[in-house]
T-cell receptor, first 109, second 114 residues
Framework: GENVEQHPSTLSVQEGDSAVIKCTYSDSASNYFPWYKQELGKRPQLIIDIRSNVGEKKDQRIAVTLNKTAKHFSLHITETQPEDSAVYFCAASYNDMRFGAGTRLTVKP | NAGVTQTPKFQVLKTGQSMTLQCAQDMNHEYMSWYRQDPGMGLRLIHYSVGAGITDQGEVPNGYNVSRSTTEDFPLRLLSAAPSQTSVYFC?????????????FGNGTRLTVT
């Protein structure tokens, strides 16, 4: 089955800096790559996604890039704010959806 | 729409007891799935279903059973609970078609097995 690896496991940045989280996947058939944000005690919520026919997608301060040849994709958050502090998960999907282990992002004011 | 509804929110079991975690969705989603979330291990897929009458195993299926008799419901059964099954359980659903779509998660069930 699909195996998704995510790095780093923790990330601390100053408010206003950028944050980058990287993921790799193993199954070349995977064609959908969402990113979820989970606040403490809450359910994961989709923040952005990308499909295999697209190399990059942006939504305001958030962007995702995909390199299908290398089987890796990344989340970029610019101008970070304290409310961006949360756990972020990447995932890869074909028939089912598999998740990375998560990155705990802390944005210091 | 209520989305994905999970019950109960919290549950404490003794080792060896059985129980069913309930999951229902009102979005007419074909695909439903169960994940468990443990610290540092992300969301691990237990079982999933692509439609009524069809179920399949995920990464960590041992100790869990599922069935899908209707489109709306996808219960998860623990036949004989073990302390290793202490976790937060999430049910999630999505449309199932040629183009993949995002999962919609329920609010989770926090299970403790003593």
């Amino acid at each position: 089955g699909e195996n998704v690896e995510q790095h780093p496991s923790t990330l601390s940045v100053q408010e206003g800096d950028s944050a980058v989280i990287k993921c790799t996947y193993s199954d070349s058939a995977s064609n959908y790559f969402p990113w979820y944000k989970q606040e403490l005690g809450k359910r994961p919520q989709l923040i952005i996604d990308i499909r295999s026919n697209v190399g990059e997608k942006k939504d305001q301060r958030i962007a995702v890039t995909l390199n299908k040849t290398a089987k890796h994709f990344s989340l970029h958050i610019t101008e970070t704010q304290p409310e961006d502090s949360a756990v972020y998960f990447c995932a890869a999907s074909y028939n089912d959806m598999r998740f990375g282990a998560g990155t705990r992002l802390t944005v210091k004011p | 729409n209520a989305g994905v509804t999970q019950t109960p929110k919290f549950q404490v079991l003794k080792t060896g007891q059985s129980m069913t975690l309930q999951c229902a969705q009102d979005m007419n989603h074909e695909y439903m799935s169960w994940y468990r979330q443990d610290p540092g291990m992300g969301l691990r897929l237990i079982h999933y279903s692509v439609g009524a009458g069809i179920t399949d195993q995920g990464e960590v299926p041992n100790g869990y059973n599922v069935s899908r008799s209707t489109t709306e419901d996808f219960p998860l059964r623990l036949l004989s609970a073990a302390p290793s099954q202490t976790s937060v359980y999430f049910c999630a659903s999505r449309t199932q078609g040629a183009v993949n779509s995002p999962l919609h998660f329920g609010n989770g069930t926090r299970l403790t097995v003593t």
